[in-house]
């Protein structure tokens, strides 16, 4: 068992984000990290921790405010951990189809530091979301869960044999 602390902040309205992040955080657990999921907001130091990813939900293409927030708030100490980051967003199948690059406001936040990575998760609208036009698109028919769990735990495995040194 390592003692590398790894910390997935998210940024999530309707806890689809949340739920990407908590699977992260357990796959990192069994792959012998010690990992913990927590929201953004309410992160306010690293210190405890050896590397951090932060993920976001993606709206209308801009990542989530609190993921922003905690991107410039921290900055310094991101600079001095691996940073890994993913968004969780495109409503259909497209993010297990191809690779998706970060988005222009994505890329900002991600300049403020040395990400080591990105990627791109399906998004889910669960049927009765938060935000006018989450419920608009759930009336619509579009409530639907596109996240790919087994492409979550691949990303987490990943990060993971970087982090233990492993080929």
Same mark, same amino acid.
């Given at each position: 068992? &390592?003692?590398?602390?790894?910390?997935?902040? /998210?940024? &999530? %309205?309707?806890?689809?984000?949340?739920?990407?992040?908590?699977?992260?955080a357990?796959?990192?657990?069994k792959?012998?990290? %010690?990992?913990?999921a927590r929201?953004?907001?309410?992160?306010?130091?690293?210190t405890? /921790?050896?590397?951090?990813?932060?993920?976001?939900?993606? /709206?209308?293409?801009?990542?989530?405010?609190?993921?922003?927030r905690?991107?410039?708030?921290?900055?310094?100490?991101?600079?001095?951990? +691996?940073?890994?980051?993913? &968004?969780?967003?495109?409503?259909?199948?497209s993010?297990?189809?191809?690779?998706? +690059?970060?988005?222009?406001?994505?890329?900002?936040?991600?300049?403020?530091?040395?990400?080591?990575?990105? %990627?791109?998760?399906?998004?889910?609208?669960? +049927?009765?979301?938060k935000?006018?036009?989450?419920?608009?698109?759930?009336?619509?028919?579009?409530?639907?869960?596109w996240?790919?769990?087994?492409?979550?735990?691949?990303?987490?495995?990943?990060?993971?044999?970087?982090?233990?040194?492993?080929?």
């Open positions: 068992m &390592s003692n590398q602390r790894v910390l997935v902040a /998210y940024g &999530s %309205t309707n806890q689809g984000t949340a739920g990407l992040a908590e699977e992260i357990a796959t990192l657990n792959d012998g990290l %010690t990992a913990e929201p953004a907001a309410e992160v306010g130091d690293l405890a /921790y050896d590397a951090v990813v932060i993920g976001g939900g993606l /709206y209308a293409g801009r990542w989530h405010r609190d993921a922003r905690l991107t410039r708030r921290l900055r310094p100490q991101l600079r001095e951990r +691996p940073v890994w980051c993913f &968004s969780s967003g495109p409503l259909d199948a993010a297990t189809e191809k690779d998706i +690059p970060p988005t222009r406001g994505v890329r900002r936040a991600m300049s403020r530091f040395p990400a080591r990575g990105h %990627t791109t998760f399906g998004g889910r609208l669960a +049927p009765d979301p935000g006018r036009l989450a419920r608009s698109m759930a009336k619509r028919g579009m409530a639907h869960d996240r790919d769990f087994e492409q979550v735990r691949a990303w987490a495995h990943a990060i993971a044999t970087e982090l233990l040194g492993r080929r």
